[in-house]
Each structure stands twice: as structure tokens, then as C-alpha cells.
């Protein structure tokens, strides 16, 4: 496995990081959050995301994609996590996107897909519930049939850009208890129906989330994504490789935080002395920079065994996620320190780098739930 850049994808990354630096600096953030932005990203940015290509990316040509794969996706993602930008690329292309594309029928497809590539359509996947950690199959909205219908009822937590989704992928159980993999189902659910309830909240890092609410939602037969009963290996497959897209987000942020902190080192001087002369500096910095380069490694064979369906994949994401958890935190304390008491001020964007760095972390399994996962995984 090439762990190196085509040449097609080092020209996709240069424009990419060259439209951030332009179009989405770390102030855009700042903006957003002082605000309180109600979508908390810029759709008129989404859209020209979606001119450049980025966002059909993974999807199909035959519905308006370019029908590439998650190594050339991650590129843009690292991109995009210099900057911290809040565009919807976790939920609508890697979770809701994928879903769709994996297991829609036709019509649900021609229905979603060109208008996500396009970037007029916002989708994304209701799938946790309280107290589920990161187990995918604990499940307890129930699904019914009643007269040719499925009712849905229960809360979901934590969903992404819900409060701006178009529409809903949600899971339920139609059979088999709250813990069984057998038996959940996935949904396809338009906001504007009725009984469904969508709360936003707000995370530590300034996103924003939503707390979904399912009193008696009715649907047709046509919303059913995927077969009955058989949504959990579908659902799995899909948070594994949006993970693989949040470890490149992250790779993105912890390289970004640690540009700057090198670039403050070289410049702030004390007793007379730049700081990034001193000895115990160098060694913290040296370090990093280690760390950064298993990180970068990490998620492009992750990338790239995801797209070639080998059978190590599941245990490279984790290896990816686990890594990346840890380094992005230790890029951020780092920054944070190195940069002395400005560090720990709002003015300065390492807190911003630190904060999406603990909910990054927290995203699709912390680092001790992936470290266990790849342990079970090589039967340890």
C-alpha cells in the first residue's frame, strides 16, 4: 500500500487548502459563533464547495458525482480541518450520502442524490440515543406497522446539522430486543413530517447538533432504506468510513495548531532568547511532529484499505481514530501551553483547535473504545 499522494490528489489538496485560506479562514468560525449563526455554516459557501466538485465526490455520476473514493475525499477533509470549517461534509456526504448511496432504492436516490451534490439538499443520520455510547445496535425507537405504515416513536441525540436537514435517516427497531443487531431498520424521513420535533443544541466546539424527537411519525412503505430488519451492518460500514473522513478533518486541525505553535516559537523571544531555542521546547515539538506523521499515515492506509475493501479495514480505522484522538488532543494542550498565557485567552484561535479537538474525539468511539475495538479485532 502506496502511503503517498497521486498526482491528481496533490492538486485537489492544493486547491483546497488554497480555497480555505481564502474563503474559510479560522475568523469564519469566530464570526459564526459571536453570531449565533441559526445554521452555523455558510450555505452560499456550501454551494461553491459543491461547484468545485468536493461534494459529489463520493457520489455516483450517474446522480451528478464525480464517483471517486474516501483517499481522494480526505484530502479536502484535511483541508478543511485547518480551518475548523463547519460545513456539513460528516453528515450529508459521509453518513447521510453514503447511506443513500449504498442502500436507496432508485427512486430514493434520483430523489437525494442530485440535489446533494449539488448542494441544495442537507441530509443527515439519527442513529444514537441516550446512554448508547458508541454501540450502533442499541436501539429502543420503535417502528410499527400499522395499516400499510410504519409509525415511528422515540429520541435520538447528538444528530448532525439536524436542525438544517432536509431529511432524516433514522434507525429503529421493527424487531428483536434494545441491544440485538437483528432487527433495526432504517428510515428515510423528511423534516416537515408530522410528530417529528428537531432541537438544536450546540457543542463545546461551536457546532451544532440536535435532539430528535419521533411522536407517532408516520411514513409510507417507500421510506424504508435498505431491507427490513437488516440495517445495523449497513449503518456500521457507513459510520466506519465517516470516521476514516473525521480522522482526515482532524489530522487537518492537529497539523494546522502545530504550524502555529512552531511559527510562535521561532518568534517569541524571552530572557533575550527566541523560546524555540530552549532545549525542553525543541524535544515537545520533536515529538509532535512524530506523532502527527503516524497520524498522517494512519488515515491514508485507513483511506485507501476502506476503498479496496481489505480485509483489515475496520481495524486500520480504529487504529486511525484511536491515534488521531490522542494526537489532536496532544496538539492542542500543547499549543495551548506553548503559547503561554495568550494560549488560554478567547482572542487566540488555539482554544478553538482544542475544543473541536475533545468533540472530535468523542465522535464515532474515543480513543480507549477503538483501541479495545482493534484489540478484539486481532483476537487479543
Known amino acids: 500500500m502506496e502511503l503517498v499522494l497521486s498526482e491528481d490528489q496533490e492538486l485537489l489538496a492544493k486547491t483546497a487548502i488554497d480555497f480555505v485560506r481564502t474563503r474559510s479562514p479560522v475568523s469564519r468560525m469566530r464570526a459564526l459563533r459571536d453570531a449565533q449563526d441559526p445554521i452555523g455554516f ?53 453518513l447521510g450520502g453514503q447511506l443513500l448511496t449504498q442502500a436507496g432504492s432508485e427512486e430514493q436516490k434520483q430523489a437525494w442524490l442530485p440535489g446533494i451534490a449539488s448542494g441544495d439538499k442537507i441530509l443527515t443520520v439519527a442513529y444514537q440515543e441516550a446512554r448508547s455510547r458508541y454501540d450502533l445496535n442499541r436501539v429502543a425507537t420503535k417502528a410499527e406497522q400499522q395499516s400499510g405504515s410504519w409509525v415511528l ?19 429503529a427497531r421493527t424487531a428483536g430486543g434494545q441491544n ?27 457546532r451544532a447538533v440536535a ?32 470516521t ?49 506523521e503516524l497520524a498522517r499515515s494512519s488515515v491514508m492506509a485507513a483511506a485507501r484499505a476502506a476503498d479496496a475493501g481489505d480485509k483489515d479495514w475496520e481495524s486500520l480505522i480504529s487504529l486511525a481514530k ?42 464515532f468511539g474515543d480513543a480507549a473504545w477503538h483501541r479495545e475495538r482493534w484489540a478484539t479485532l486481532h483476537k487479543y
Open 244 to 292: 476514516v473522513g473525521l480522522c482526515a478533518e482532524m489530522l487537518g486541525g492537529m497539523s494546522q495548531i502545530f504550524d502555529d505553535t512552531l511559527n510562535y516559537l521561532k518568534t517569541r523571544q524571552q530572557f533575550g532568547a527566541l523560546i524555540g531555542t530552549f532545549q525542553a521546547l525543541k524535544h515537545r515539538a520533536a515529538r509532535l511532529f512524530m506523532e502527527i
Open 42 to 94: 455558510s450555505r452560499t459557501l456550501w454551494k461553491e464547495m459543491a461547484e468545485l466538485g468536493w461534494v459529489g465526490i463520493l457520489i455516483p455520476e450517474a446522480y451528478g458525482g464525480a464517483n471517486m473514493g474516501l483517499a481522494d475525499l480526505v484530502v479536502v477533509l484535511e483541508a478543511l480541518g485547518r480551518t475548523l470549517a463547519p460545513e456539513p461534509f460528516l453528515s450529508t456526504i459521509l
Open 211 to 242: 435532539l430528535v424527537s419521533l411522536d407517532s411519525v408516520k411514513v409510507g412503505a417507500g421510506s424504508l432504506l435498505g431491507p427490513l430488519g437488516g440495517g445495523f451492518e449497513i449503518l456500521s460500514q457507513v459510520v466506519d468510513r465517516a
Open 180 to 206: 440485538d443487531q437483528d432487527g433495526i431498520t432504517l428510515f428515510l424521513i423528511p423534516r416537515d413530517t408530522p410528530g417529528l420535533t428537531v432541537t438544536r443544541q450546540q457543542r463545546i466546539d461551536d
Open 153 to 171: 416513536s422515540g429520541e435520538k441525540i447528538q444528530v448532525l446539522d439536524g436542525h438544517t436537514a432536509d431529511a432524516l435517516i433514522v434507525s
Open 322 to 363: 484511536a491515534r488521531g484522538s490522542d494526537t489532536f488532543l496532544l496538539a492542542a494542550n500543547e499549543g495551548v501551553q506553548m503559547h503561554g498565557g495568550i494560549g488560554m485567552t478567547d482572542e487566540h484561535d488555539a482554544g478553538f483547535y482544542l475544543k473541536r479537538a475533545r468533540v472530535a474525539e468523542m465522535t
